[in-house]
């Protein structure tokens, strides 16, 4: 019979996910999984406000969340956010966006190019529309 890749104690225990965790080191930080956190990953083109963002660079990807709002409705194919060329798509990528008072758009385009472009924006509420954004792209 082949032997276990476990120990003999680890493999006879009555729980062996108990056992291993035991054993784990389980002491391990953002740093060393290389993990960078960007407070500055987007800037606003002019009229557009953002409240809150952020960016986690990890292993060519990019996680990223934003919101914030341009102080009029946008109109198709206009830039409202520029990517930190450093952190650029390596393609264009889609995201959806629904906001604050039911303000959306069909979606908001990653480019290649450091821009992010909204795509049919609709503005549910007040004069300024809102957007939030939240996901992932690949960097390299």
């Not at 009555?14 to 784990?24: E, G």
């Not at 990223?64 to 198709?76: D, L, M, V, W």
């Not at 069909?106 to 049919?120: C, G, P, Q, R």
Request: proline share 5%.
């Amino acid at each position: 019979m082949p032997k276990p890749i476990l120990s003999d104690s680890l493999f006879n225990a009555d729980d062996v996910a108990t056992a291993i965790l035991n054993k784990a080191n389980l002491q391990i930080t953002n740093n060393l999984f290389g993990v960078t956190h960007l407070t500055n990953l987007f800037s606003p083109v002019s009229g557009v406000s953002i409240y809150i963002q952020h960016g986690f660079a990890f292993n060519g990807f990019m996680f990223c969340q934003c919101r914030g709002a341009k102080s009029s409705i946008p109109s198709t194919g206009s830039k409202i956010l520029d990517i930190d060329s450093n952190y650029t798509p390596n393609m264009d990528q889609i995201f959806p966006t629904v906001a604050f008072q039911g303000d959306l758009a069909n979606y908001l385009m990653f480019t290649d190019d450091s821009e992010v472009i909204v795509h049919n924006p609709k503005n549910e509420g007040d004069g300024e529309w809102y957007f939030a954004l939240n996901g992932f792209y690949r960097t390299d």
